[in-house]
């Protein structure tokens, strides 16, 4: 039973029928839940109009540049406060001191530097998924052995070697960890910023249905939004396995 | 060696915490100087001290204060129905295989998804005022609480369940005095994730929704370009954050004080 996957997913197969039945015999108000299959077709005719084209690579744009920065530089700044016991004693203060910070409330502070644009929402995202990936990298870092470290040096290793051969091998499964919980809060902050301000993406197209009343297509971007972030999600599992399985 | 050790000004105790607290002194000096030098204009970076000038009149005013209680309303309240919800749902799908069985997938569905866009639904079933926010709280923070507590429930020491049972403990005092206890620090491990998540909840919905509240007033300070309003803002929106966190830990420590975990 536990192999059957068909058994496994029923009570999603369930509840998808559910959500059929309840709004055509009206045991709920279809303009308050339209019907699976109204959203469906709703999808359809969204993905033909080339709506959803457009605001969905508008809105993997900013998603792709804002969390990649983050985790380029976040991966930087992690493995440099871990080397050297300065930039750390430096640094750390202030990581701490903001990392409790509800990333959220940065979105207002970047539409007032940045305007309206891809510019704000990017550097949202950005500055969310920072601290995440820097305190894991951080941790990840600081937890090699370092007797990996001394038996490296007893080699001849320089401290270039050291750096990609022992330490951020050693960091790896804390930073892809990290990392995860970047992609999980990136999804967030793009969502919440689209649906507060521009023009362009997939929130926005969320906010402007509702707004318009267009209820059925409204909750087909929503499924789709709920769709790219869980797909990212395994995606990203799948990725980390086969990265990480060197250590099994 | 040791006797010629050159004597500094600084004792090294002092010196490590002097620099420790250099960046934040660091930042603060650079963005009031900044500031005052017009480097940047006045509105897309007021100085420091007009920040903090406007939170305290704010304070003193009331009026941040009003904007506070309704924020922290909102998050306890649906992050209470989240922690209720998550716990007992998460005990028993690790108990009952129906509940198991029919949850599973839900769970690994929902845990996942960028749970914010649902809020244009939330708005629609719920109106724009407080239960659409406290729903959308619950939503998002239930998640996590299922799959800590999940989790936690699972990895019972089987030798303490098997013990308890054979000494004729009923279900109701293993679940009381055996299962919940042990999956406590599990369990709360799930609270203290999900607390910041309602808090990021609760300010996007205040700044989609309006509604007054943290989110609310600092989209309104935004819309009408008064800088020191959205700076004040996201300062009292940080340290509200940190007081949170805090608060969490110092009540993991208090309720754990008998396991193991607090000893170090």
């Given at each position: 039973m536990k192999d059957n996957i068909f058994i496994r997913y029923l009570p999603l197969v369930l509840l998808a029928i559910l959500w059929e039945i309840a709004p055509r015999v009206h045991f709920v108000d279809p303009s308050e839940l339209p019907p699976l299959s109204a959203v469906a077709a709703a999808w359809w005719s969204l993905l033909l109009d080339g709506d959803l084209w457009t605001n969905g690579i508008s809105s993997l744009i900013n998603w792709s540049f804002g969390l990649g920065s983050s985790i380029i530089i976040g991966i930087a700044l992690g493995v440099m406060m871990a080397w050297s016991t300065t930039i750390d004693d430096i640094a750390s203060p202030l990581v701490k001191a903001l990392y409790p910070m509800p990333k959220s409330a940065l979105i207002p502070v970047m539409i007032l530097w940045l305007g309206l644009g891809a510019g704000s929402k990017i550097a949202s995202i950005a500055l969310s998924c920072l601290l995440p990936v820097i305190i894991s990298a951080y941790n990840g870092a600081r937890g090699v052995d370092q007797t990996l470290i001394w038996s490296a040096r007893a080699c001849g290793a320089s401290n270039r070697n050291v750096l990609w051969e022992v330490i951020l091998p050693g960091a790896l499964p804390d930073i892809l960890a990290g990392i995860r919980n970047a992609v999980a809060i990136s999804f967030i902050v793009l969502v919440a910023s689209e649906l507060l301000v521009g023009q362009k993406g997939l929130g926005y197209l969320i906010s402007f249905l509702g707004e318009g009343g267009v209820y059925d297509a409204m909750f087909a971007v929503v499924i789709t939004v709920s769709a790219l972030g869980f797909f990212a999600d395994r995606a990203y599992l799948y990725f980390m396995r086969r990265t990480l399985v060197w250590r099994e | 060696m040791a006797g010629v050790e050159k004597k500094s000004f600084l004792s090294p105790v002092w010196k490590r915490r002097l620099l420790r607290s250099s960046s934040v002194i660091l930042l603060a000096v650079a963005w009031e100087w900044g500031a005052r030098m017009h480097f940047v204009s006045d509105f897309l970076l007021p100085s420091l001290s007009t920040v903090l000038e406007r939170l305290w009149n704010d304070t003193i005013s009331g009026e941040i204060l009003v904007a506070l209680g309704l924020t922290m309303v909102r998050t306890f309240a649906g992050f209470t129905m989240a922690a209720f919800a998550g716990i007992i749902i998460g005990v028993t799908i690790a108990r009952v295989s129906l509940v198991r069985w029919f949850f599973d997938p839900i769970v690994s569905v929902g845990?996942?998804?960028?749970?914010?866009?649902f809020l244009p639904i939330f708005i629609l079933w719920f109106g724009v005022f407080d239960w659409s926010k406290i729903a959308m709280v619950a939503f998002s923070s239930v998640f996590p609480v299922v799959v800590a507590t999940w989790a936690a429930t699972e990895n019972v020491d089987k030798y303490l369940v098997w013990s308890a049972e054979s000494l004729g403990v009923d279900r109701r005092a293993l679940l009381w005095q055996i299962i919940l206890p042990s999956a406590m620090p599990g369990v709360f491990t799930g609270l203290q994730i999900a607390l910041p998540i309602s808090l990021i909840v609760v300010i996007i919905c205040e700044m989609t929704m309006g509604g007054e509240g943290l989110g609310g007033s600092m989209m309104t300070s935004m819309r009408f370009a008064d800088s020191p309003g959205v700076f004040s803002g996201i300062v009292a929106i940080a340290i509200i954050g940190s007081v949170l966190v805090k608060l969490m830990e110092i009540v993991r420590r208090r309720l754990l004080i008998w396991h193991a975990e607090t000893a170090h």
């Open positions: - | 845990n996942p998804l960028p749970k914010i866009a």
